[in-house]
């Protein structure tokens, strides 16, 4: 008996200290993860309204303004010091910020909403690392800073909420009150459906309260908040992963290197055979096309070719193969078993031998181009794909400098090279280029005709030039707006659009 009562009073403590340790592991949230919270929900509130479902310029900038400083001030209060490379980080996030207020093309701002959405996420990782540069491992670190560390504390918000909630009076019955909601909301609508039938006054009264409730607007702004849901989620899990390292796995450089070397698993005598029947390839294309090519320099047309037909024929597929052959060459970086520092002569000569091949392939394609765009104007299409080929030749003259400088920084180059051009892109307003350009070919003479369609198909960035050249006037632009432009409600919301309202007046 006496044994029986000593082994009870014995397995308490062990279950006490079960249940302390349970606690103990059950992570505690201050003031500051509340605030961050909330933060999160309304940056992606913000984020969803003017930048996804709606790019509305002037207000889009200001939300975009507004989370860009606030992140900046939860960071200090974090303690984080900015290195001079973050704050030109987060000069260039403000600057391009301001592109949905200047342009009024709706392709620019969706190319601008993902790189600001993908330099904030790397802004954020940046700060929290302490870096004085962009990584030399780059695509390891946009990894980290746009999947890894928002997706693993992307229910911690949620974890935030709960322990708020547990620790207010009325907490405990909020998720009761929520259920109660959704089991009564379905036989409500049924019930009101029956009563509409039945009583021609409740229709009425109902149909009103319907109406106001699921008006476009407000069906605009529930949508809005679903999706704003699991993105402050994302964006809660980004900013708590980043000031929480201790708990995540940080970049290892030498990490990323064993990776690297892993995959190194091609003999470069097997890279050697593959790649030598491509550029004997290239040396016959380039004698059996001599003289075409040649035409594209000199801005004259081979025989038995119109300047359609000559600049059309071969200028997407030498596009084609200019991103092949950059993928082939980081196909050789990446897999051949001798490579990096320790790449020999040969593999050098290859990289440099196929990179000059393909710049002479976009030389061409480019002079093509540019010999259809004198003759023919331009189009939205041919001044994205030129920028595309440009980049790319740019690209593989950096990869032609590597070969001599290993030390080079090529990721710092690239990225400093991409966001110049995005920048050329996005502040150039294409559009308003591009009817200036065929405006003023037409006037010298060398257009044939003017498609003032086109031009109404524009955003309110060609259609203000073509107002001020006089192409255009008001009654032309208001009639074509009302006949394609019935759902566009916040076209109005930039620059072009204000300028060419006050002129229209």
Request: contains cysteine.
């Amino acid at each position: 008996m006496n044994d029986n009562y000593l082994g009870e009073v014995q397995t308490v403590p062990e279950y006490q200290a079960a249940a302390l340790k349970k606690e103990k592991e059950k992570p505690e949230y201050s003031r500051a993860e509340v605030v961050l919270s909330v933060f999160a929900f309304i940056a992606a509130f913000f984020i969803m309204r003017y930048m996804v479902f709606n790019a509305m310029g002037f207000l889009t900038t200001g939300a975009m303004f507004a989370v860009i400083t606030a992140v900046i001030v939860y960071m200090n209060k974090k303690k984080y010091t900015f290195t001079r490379f973050n704050r030109l980080h987060a000069a260039v996030l403000y600057i391009f910020s301001l592109v949905f207020s200047i342009t009024a093309n709706d392709y620019i701002k969706e190319l601008n909403a993902f790189f600001i959405l993908g330099a904030g996420a790397y802004f954020v990782y940046s700060v929290s690392a302490g870096n004085k540069e962009t990584d030399r491992y780059l695509p390891f670190a946009m990894c980290k800073a746009l999947f890894e560390y928002p997706f693993s504390h992307f229910g911690t918000q949620w974890a935030v909420t709960q322990d708020r909630l547990s620790k207010t009076k009325a907490g405990p019955n909020v998720k009761y009150i929520l259920t109660g909601l959704l089991i009564t909301v379905p036989i409500t609508a049924i019930v009101a459906a029956l009563l509409m039938s039945a009583d021609e006054g409740l229709m009425n009264i109902l149909g009103g309260i319907y109406e106001t409730v699921l008006s476009f607007e407000m069906c605009d702004i529930i949508e809005q908040l679903i999706f704003a849901v699991p993105f402050s989620m994302y964006l809660f899990g980004m900013l708590y992963a980043n000031t929480h390292r201790n708990k995540i796995k940080s970049l290892d450089e030498q990490g990323c290197l064993k990776k690297l070397y892993g995959v190194r698993f091609i003999s470069n005598l097997v890279m050697y055979t593959a790649v030598t029947p491509l550029c004997i390839l290239y040396v016959l294309f380039f004698i059996s096309q001599a003289n075409y090519f040649l035409s594209a320099f000199a801005g004259s047309l081979p025989k038995g070719y119109t300047y359609a037909d000559y600049a059309r024929r071969g200028f997407f597929e030498l596009c084609a193969v200019a991103v092949i052959n950059l993928a082939v060459l980081c196909g050789i970086s990446l897999f051949s078993k001798k490579t990096g520092r320790e790449k020999p002569t040969a593999l050098k000569i290859y990289s440099i031998v196929l990179s000059v091949f393909t710049i002479i392939l976009i030389a061409t394609a480019i002079s093509k181009m540019a010999m259809y765009i004198y003759n023919y104007g331009l189009t939205e299409l041919r001044v994205y794909t030129s920028w595309f080929m440009i980049l790319l030749a740019v690209v593989f003259v950096l990869i032609i400098i590597k070969q001599f400088r290993y030390d080079m920084k090529f990721t710092k180059r690239i990225s400093a090279v991409f966001v110049l051009m995005f920048a050329v892109l996005c502040f150039s307003r294409p559009e308003s280029v591009i009817a200036r350009y065929n405006i003023a070919m037409y006037n010298s003479g060398h257009l044939e005709e003017l498609d003032k369609d086109t031009i109404l198909e524009m955003s309110d960035d060609g259609l203000l030039v073509a107002y001020n050249e006089g192409v255009l006037t008001s009654e032309d632009i208001c009639e074509y707006s009302e006949e394609h432009c019935l759902f566009d409600r916040f076209r109005n919301y930039n620059l072009s659009s204000v300028i060419l309202g006050i002129k229209k007046k």
